[in-house]
């Protein structure tokens, strides 16, 4: 655990994250969007259920039965907004990775400046598995935050779409 959480959280976004701001809005708007059409799918899906239902309903009080070709036209819509939705997550999925990618790469760097930088006789007091001990641990919490960062980024667009949905959308 740091030992200074908000001092460690401000360093990354201002050293590392602030580079990628439009990335990260980029990566947002995705989020937000695949989210809205996952959320509207399945109010269409109702309509194709609803369909059917009345189609029932018709053949069995004698009229003409189910519509066929309306409930192909719902499922066809269907198809394309859950295609959209994918091809959104996985432009989402893509940016975020390549986001990651560079700043675990660039922590990585800015670590092996900082060893570079220290003095033999830290080397000497420290074994070896020490000094590798800390580094892995160092560069594995900057790689476990570079995923949470891409998990709660993916989460809150989720999150707000749902509660903007909830609120205007029906």
């Not at 959320?39 to 309903?57: K, W």
């Amino acid at each position: 655990k740091a030992k200074n959480f908000k001092g460690t959280l401000k360093i990354l976004v201002k050293d590392y994250l602030s580079k990628y701001k439009i990335g990260l809005i980029i990566v947002m708007l995705f989020a937000a969007a695949s989210t809205v059409f996952s959320i509207v799918g399945p109010r269409i899906l109702g309509n194709a259920t609803t369909e059917i239902f009345t189609g029932i309903v018709n053949k069995i009080s004698g009229g003409t039965g189910i519509n066929f070709s309306k409930i192909a036209n719902i499922l066809l819509t269907l198809l394309v907004l859950y295609i959209i939705s994918a091809l959104f997550s996985l432009i989402q999925g893509f940016t975020m990775t390549g986001i990651t990618q560079k700043l675990t790469y660039k922590l990585r760097n800015d670590i092996a400046k900082k060893i570079n930088k220290l003095p033999m006789n830290y080397f000497d007091k420290k074994t070896n598995g020490e000094v590798l001990s800390v580094i892995t641990n160092d560069i594995d919490k900057s790689i476990e935050a570079d995923y949470n960062i891409e998990q709660l980024t993916r989460s809150e667009a989720s999150r707000y779409t749902d509660k903007i949905y909830e609120k205007y959308g029906r």
